[in-house]
């Protein structure tokens, strides 16, 4: 039998689709590439935009046609799945799932009888690369963002034990992992109360814990809230070492009213003094955010701070998003008064500002030798990676670079990348 899994979203939905093929591998299915010779396909989907959704019912067609051939194919759909909303998938599934229930798909396929009880992130994964591995920290969020459905669907945030996440990464730098992601709806607010000393460990602690793992490997962390970025996780960040200086802090919009509606419990100045400490303590730090245009209510003027935000802070990277809304959040209850045109204005004003501070960025770069891990192949001789400031990288070789370390010297530089020589 052969299956297949389609993944839409973040770094958690790629992980949680390693753990569906690490079930699915357990009952000696065998992985195809190829979505028509499938006798299973499970579709792993994000609902935080509209366009995501979008593109999972876009696939029902194909499923239709696909039956045609093949009668007995079955359909799963898991992931972030939004109550609201399930009707249209509901029809156009076999079985739609809880993330959480993935423990329990042989049951539900009509392979195995049995429940299987615990965390399903207890599953050991079937890692889809063979150098950098995502690593989940913890589950759900308690933040309740007015636009983000996170907490609807994967509940409140629950935390895996250090232990558990110590001995899944000493495994994988066994087999020679050279980046290591620890993952999380809010990253750091971790906290692993059952050590039984009475002391919770929290985010920084756990950093640590990582860092002294013997091996030569990169550790990278997505995604933190500004709110829990402490002046103790600077300080483990600034000892280097195999904490790599690159961080993705959302900011999501760079007005204090927008930022209050949105439920973000800081400030822009908050926001502004945390960027300014982490460069002081790390100034070779490169910093990305998420940021997004026309949430219900947001004015020109507000989004005016928004673009002084980008121009203050010179980031190196940003995703930005049009406000989309999300049935059942609170801001689906707001008026989403700000015209598709004009959030597409903004967004290519946002992009425009960004294009030049990362270019300014990026230009400093050249002449210096870089560490990166090399992490695909555009053709025979050309190489892509990331730097270990997570900037993107292009190398042409003839040597196979994939997947390993390598230094080089940066001779040229665009706004989305850099470009370097072997050294």
Not at 37 to 58: F, N, P, T, W
Not at 202 to 228: A, C, Q, Y
Not at 307 to 317: A, I, N, P, R, V
């Amino acid at each position: 039998m052969k299956y297949h899994v389609i993944v839409y979203g973040c770094q958690m939905n790629i992980s949680d689709a390693e753990r569906v093929s690490a079930v699915l591998e357990g009952l000696n299915y065998k992985r195809t590439p190829e979505m028509n010779e499938a006798d299973l396909i499970v579709v792993v989907m994000c609902s935080v935009r509209q366009s995501a959704v979008d593109r999972v019912v876009g696939l029902i067609e194909k499923f239709k046609k696909i039956r045609k051939l093949n009668p007995g194919l079955k359909t799963v759909l898991t992931g972030c799945v939004l109550k609201k909303g399930r009707k249209i998938l509901i029809e156009g599934f076999d079985h739609v799932i809880d993330i959480k229930d993935i423990k329990n798909l042989p049951k539900i396929i009509g392979e195995d009888h049995e429940k299987n009880s615990g965390d399903y992130l207890d599953i050991t994964p079937k890692y889809s690369s063979k150098f950098s591995a995502n690593v989940p920290i913890m589950t759900g969020c308690n933040n309740f963002c007015a636009y983000c459905v996170v907490p609807y669907i994967r509940g409140r945030e629950i935390s895996r034990p250090a232990k558990e996440i110590i001995s899944e990464i000493k495994n994988l730098v066994k087999k020679n992992y050279k980046e290591i992601w620890l993952l999380g709806q809010n990253v750091n607010s971790y906290k692993d109360p059952s050590t039984g000393s009475g002391q919770a460990i929290k985010f920084p602690e756990l950093l640590k814990m990582v860092s002294k793992i013997p091996g030569n490997f990169w550790i990278r962390f997505t995604s933190p809230h500004p709110k829990d970025f402490t002046e103790e996780l600077i300080e483990v960040m600034g000892m280097g070492g195999k904490i790599t200086p690159y961080l993705n802090l959302p900011v999501q919009a760079g007005d204090d009213e927008v930022l209050r509606r949105m439920n973000r419990p800081y400030t822009v100045a908050q926001y502004k003094s945390s960027i300014k400490k982490i460069k002081r303590e790390i100034p070779d730090m490169c910093i990305s955010t998420d940021i997004i245009v026309g949430f219900p209510g947001e004015t020109k003027k507000q989004f005016e701070n928004s673009k002084k935000l980008f121009e203050d802070t010179k980031f190196d990277m940003a995703y930005i998003s049009e406000y989309s809304p999300r049935p059942g959040t609170a801001s689906s209850k707001m008026e989403d008064n700000v015209p598709h045109q004009e959030k597409t204005k903004r967004k290519y004003e946002l992009n425009e500002i960004l294009k030049k501070t990362a270019l300014e960025n990026n230009k400093k770069y050249i002449g210096k030798t870089v560490e990166a891990l090399i992490t695909g192949q555009k053709n025979k001789t050309a190489w892509v990676g990331k730097t270990k400031e997570y900037k993107t990288i292009y190398i042409e070789s003839p040597k196979n670079l994939m997947g390993k370390f390598i230094k080089a010297e940066v001779i040229g530089a665009t706004p989305w990348g850099l470009k370097a020589a072997l050294k």
